[in-house]
């Protein structure tokens, strides 16, 4: 048996199907540059404090010379690669002509202080300078003033990985935060001390610290020690009073 031969298409229409792809990649490519989807409406938000009109005019006006069908990331971000308050960006397109962009910021997590000298400094080590300091952040004192946009002294930032590693609640009662004779340490505002020793699993370290403190029993502590967080204890505590002893007559 014989099999048919097969069919060969005609050229034309061969040619024809290889240049529809290319023309309908031109015209995407010509249609994306066009004043068609020109960006002209820029909206950004979450950019806060003393910074925050330099950073959203450095966004607008990278941000209107894209279009929406090309938004470039990476001009953007090198627009306010500048703002150390400034962690990253979301970037939502809003057709044909508006542009939504969100500024991630780098919040104060702490504050530097070495002589009169203070500066305000985020979670992972970069120097917010110029930027006010909050009144709820702890102190964290050094020898020197630091140099350079991030936080390189060994000490500092073994204390400044304490602080980035309590949780919201726990982060905003601490008032200091130091390498002492016990290795980590942090003062509570109106509160004990509590010993974290090393630097290891300082999450748990810090729950343990917060359920410690949530007891009832330990109203009045000095200091808590959560260097082994599954043994975590009060200590320092006042002396319970003697129980009075009933008086005798006759």
Do not use: C
């Amino acid at each position: 048996m014989r099999l048919p031969r097969p069919v060969a298409a005609h050229p034309r229409i061969a040619g024809a199907a290889v240049l529809v792809p290319i023309l309908v990649v031109g015209g995407f490519l010509v249609l994306r540059d066009s004043s068609l989807v020109s960006v002209n409406k820029v909206t950004v938000t979450g950019a806060t404090g003393p910074e925050a009109a330099q950073v959203r005019a450095a966004l607008e006006e990278t941000a209107q010379e894209m279009t929406t069908l090309h938004v470039r990331r990476d001009a953007l971000s090198a627009a306010v690669a500048d703002f150390p308050t400034v962690r990253g960006l979301k970037v939502a397109r809003d057709f044909p002509h508006g542009l939504r962009i969100t500024v991630l910021e780098r919040p104060a997590v702490a504050e530097l202080t070495a002589g009169a000298q203070r500066v305000a400094v985020a979670a992972d080590g970069t120097l917010l300078r110029g930027v006010p300091i909050p009144d709820d952040v702890p102190d964290l004192k050094m020898a020197s003033p630091p140099a350079g946009p991030k936080l390189t002294d060994p000490r500092a930032a073994k204390t400044l990985a304490l602080v980035a590693a309590a949780p919201a609640a726990m982060r905003a009662h601490l008032d200091r935060v130091f390498l002492g004779n016990e290795g980590l340490e942090a003062d509570l505002r109106n509160g004990p001390s509590v010993i974290l020793g090393d630097g290891s699993r300082l999450r748990a370290k810090w729950i343990a610290a917060a359920r410690v403190l949530g007891d009832p029993g330990a109203k009045g502590a000095g200091y808590v020690d959560v260097r082994l967080p599954e043994r975590a204890v009060a200590g320092g505590l006042p002396e319970a009073p003697e129980p009075s002893q009933p008086s005798t007559t006759g």
